[in-house]
């Protein structure tokens, strides 16, 4: 099993970094631009680790075929965190995924989109590897460690990650997030959209079916949850290693 109290304390760690709390918080338009210009990349990779996933739950293919994970519920719960994540409806803006409101955001409050619409580019043209060395050096290593869980080929080290290092750890960083940040929802009206709806999704929905897909993919196995434990503390001590970094470039 999980030593979850020990992963616990770890996320704690995360949801008080000074760029949350009294000590850095984001609080002009500019800072926010800066943030955003790096934080895009891992808005990015979270859908590559969403996708790799439900590659391996629920893979589009034909012949279908049905599999432990169409039995035991892994493949609803992927598919669903899939929908919201990738076509989410928004009344103001229709559907639309995660992602492509974060750049509609980025647009809104000025930030430079320029640098990340190359990445995609160069994504499509060279491949993962050219395009992850034009992006900023803290969003490149953290995009590294990501496609290092995915390349694993191993659920339960994907679904940890995702459990831990994301979709659990989202509420409380986002909440400090949204109570620290000295931009009003009428400035930045996209980013709050994007915030908030992180907040619901991953508090009501998102955040317990990502335990169930640990649970599910770990199956007992003694080995594999020694392993989802090593990729929980990594994928938790990557964020933080990026918010560092970030801290750094906004509050020099």
Avoid at 7 to 18: A, D, S
Avoid at 44 to 49: S, T, V
Avoid at 120 to 138: H, R
Wanted: proline fraction near 4%.
């Amino acid at each position: 099993m999980l030593e979850l109290d020990r992963i616990k304390q770890h996320q704690k760690q995360l949801e008080q970094h000074p760029l949350l709390t009294d000590s850095h918080p984001i609080q002009t338009v500019e800072q926010l631009r800066t943030f955003m210009e790096h934080h895009v990349y891992c808005v990015w990779d979270f859908m590559c680790l969403v996708k790799g996933m439900q590659q391996k739950i629920a893979p589009s293919c034909v012949p279908w075929r049905p599999s432990e994970y169409t039995t035991n519920g892994a493949a609803r719960l992927i598919n669903d965190i899939v929908t919201e994540e990738e076509s989410d409806y928004f009344e103001q803006w229709g559907y639309v995924s995660h992602f492509d409101l974060y750049i509609r955001a980025m647009e809104e409050i000025g930030a430079n989109i320029e640098p990340v619409k190359r990445f995609i580019y160069i994504l499509e043209t060279e491949g993962l590897s050219a395009a992850i060395e034009t992006a900023p050096v803290p969003s490149q290593r953290f995009m590294e460690s990501t496609f290092g869980f995915i390349f694993s080929d191993k659920l339960h080290v994907m679904a940890s990650a995702f459990a831990f290092g994301r979709e659990t750890v989202i509420p409380g960083m986002y909440i400090n997030m949204v109570n620290k940040l000295g931009i009003t929802e009428q400035q930045a009206p996209k980013f709050y959209a994007w915030l908030n709806r992180h907040i619901q999704v991953d508090t009501d929905t998102h955040g317990p079916a990502s335990i169930d897909l640990v649970a599910v993919s770990c199956n007992n196995n003694k080995a594999f949850y020694e392993e989802a434990q090593e990729a929980a503390h990594k994928s938790i001590q990557d964020k933080i290693n990026f918010w560092d970094a970030v801290e750094q470039i906004i509050h020099g």
